[in-house]
């Protein structure tokens, strides 16, 4: 801490970022509610994936040139900690989301408790979990539910595994065994893949033979909400860990410091971790 | 402070500033963020003010005279978006940039590209948000809670823009309050502990807590908004198995620590305004770190107070209403410290020392209402009328906005370099003091007697209160044009400042010239505990 705390000079990619991020969301708000700037939501969509590309870009060249001390160390260890921290509240809201819907808002609706009221609305309705029969007629439920010991049960077995074999990445770069770091990323990356083909799978399925869709009441919402977020981040990590295989193709990263390739494990295990949830709280029980 | 010890980094931090709105665009300066945060703030003030002075010219007497019920719904919905996450919560986050490094000794921010895009993202943000009140079906009108369904079912077209918003503002805060923890954590000078701290970082390492626990929830919950309006799902609707409650407990969840997170801040303001100019150390240091950690805690269990008469079931209500009651006794600690301060103090009544301690009582009786509030039976009767405007009203305007104004007084003389006008500063003060309770006052017997919100008429008998709270308003409005000059003029010029600007004040932001050079404590400074610490009497 003697005054060796890299502070950078002004720079562009934060406007421009936001810039492109206008594009986004006016293409997308106007795409949605007026049904046209579809296209300004997709270029904005690649701008920010511009952005992000130059803007990280920056930072590891910073990193490579020797500009960050430790204590810069920490400060990105400690963003990258409370984000992933923000994102589990992101899920935990969701979760909350489901376990409300099952533990209280149905029973409700089938006329247990103070608020049997709102049964008088639907009196046939009968509440249970997976919601099959939605209170009206307006919603069609789903005539069946994914079964949790076939796709998600292999999905389970893919995603854990890339969390063991990321982890021996890691320890393979913490000796300076680069080709074993480069096998076991990439082995990673493809089990991550796989696992996002087979979620595709399961979608197709879920949506052309199960009637299982997003408008299938709010066992389909809760479904695809948590299952569809979840893949989304398995798919931004993927990115993130593709970034990594290339830069320790590169020849990035020594065995004391590789603070990107720790980042990016860390978000791993975290999706990892909330898979586990969602198998749990989603398919199974 | 030799320049030619430093590594390659030294370049960087001595390049010329760069000119124009270049230099507002680019900048990683914790001191221009900190400027363009409390900027942009003020402009949202003023537009979230002239939309509150549109409800109070309509409600000035019965009867429709002004807009159309449905504008008035834009109005008093806009209004309170604009107010709590384009005016109150920018302004702490741009008091933050300003002096928590001032504070802790540290060069700047922790991330300072990031900081840049958060603040950035605000002004795109509320572009959004505002130009949705011209589009086809006009603007959010649902109130800034925008309960389902009202927000989903009846909402306007332009609803996506408001989510789409919520969203861009969620992420400024988050990334924000990331930097915030990150630099408070990792970049004080290093014989400064965390219980050396002062308060006023303490009150944000603590907010930036909230920050992260809470808007990712509001990020879900208007997520799930935008999938029940264009996408089919039924999350709050009861005919897909839904429930519009469930939207209301996802809400609160958020929107409590909310407001914790608009009076954390106000707290830490006036635990370094009191000692200041009562010329003692704060009273009971610790004690005001543990009720701040106390009243964060709790405010993640009473999130159903604001759902009372939703339908809850009694255990429910009975758990949420001792929880809400629990968090009146680390809120009086803070009371009492700042009380005990003033006692025996030598206390002199500067401008910033009069906007804290009107604080002090206003809020107070803002935490008051709180707790009348919180008790379940009574709050069938309060429910939406204007008593909890009154309520939340004090909390935040003579609580929080005057918190904001005292912080703004107190430290102008670092970052200008001189000293606000002290006459201007006083006739500011008491108008506003007049001004804000002439507005909110007659409130809390409008709402006993009935008055609901969000109403843009109302039966006769409320007539001679809702005159009171418009000329009051409007009283209020207009005398925050004061704060306006008063800042220009002290930004030109005036009686220069110190590096220790006021007599009593303790802290690291006073070792630097005033106004504080564009880059500062580019090396730790030196910090004793024994002597500099707040917690150490």
Redesign the interface.
Known sequence: MSGSYYVPASSKWPILMVVVLALLVIGAGSSLSFGHGFGLFLAGMVGVLVMMFVWFRDVIHESRSGLYDAQMDRSFRMGMAWFIFSEVMFFAAFFGALFYIRVFALPWLDGEGEKGISALLWPDFSASWPLLKTPSDAFTGPAEVIDPWHLPLLNTVLLVSSSITLTIAHHALKNDQRNKTKLWLLLTLILGFVFLVVQGIEYVEAYTQLGLTLQAGVYGGTFFLLTGFHGLHVTLGACVLTVILLRVWRGHFSSRSHFGFEAASWYWHFVDVVWLGLFIFVYVV | MTSN?????EG??H?P??RGI??W?????HKEIGSLYLIFSLVMFFIGGTMALVIRAELFQPGLQLVQPEFFNQMTTMHGLIMVFGAVMPAFVGLANWMVPLQIG???M?????N??SF??LP?AFS?LLSSLF??GGGPNFGWTFYAPLSTTYAP?????FI??I??AGISS?LG???I??TI???RT?AMKLMDMPLFVWTWLITAFLL??????L???V??M??D???????F???????P??FQ??FW?FGHPEVYIMILPAFGIASMIVPTFARKRLFGYRSMVYATASIAILSFVVWAHHMFTV?L??AAQLFFMYATMLIAVPTGVKVFNWVATLFHGSISFEVPMLFTLAFIVQFTIGGLSGVMLAIVPADYQYHDTYFVVAHFHYVLVPGAVFAIIAGVYYWLPKWTGFYPDETLGRWHFWLSVIGVNLTFFPMHFSGLAGMPRRIPDYALQFADFNLLSSLGGFLFGMSQLLLIWVVVRCVRGGKPAPDKAWEGAEGLEWQVPSPAPL?TF???PEFIPERDSPGRA
Do not use: C, Q
Request: no cysteine; net charge negative.
């Open positions: 010890s430093y590594s390659s980094a960087h931090i390049e500033p760069l270049k230099r665009l680019l900048t990683t300066n540290a060069p700047d922790a991330l300072p590209r990031l840049n895009f950035w993202l795109l959004l589009m086809e077209p332009s609803t996506n823009f789409l918003s969203h861009l988050i309050a990331i930097n923890i990150a954590l990792n970049m290093p992260l626990a809470v808007m990712p929830v990020a879900g919950v997520t799930m935008l999938l309006i264009n996408f089919g799902t039924s999350f609707n009861a005919a897909g198995g839904g429930d409650v469930l407990h996802l969840f339908g079931p009694l880059h580019s090396t730790p």
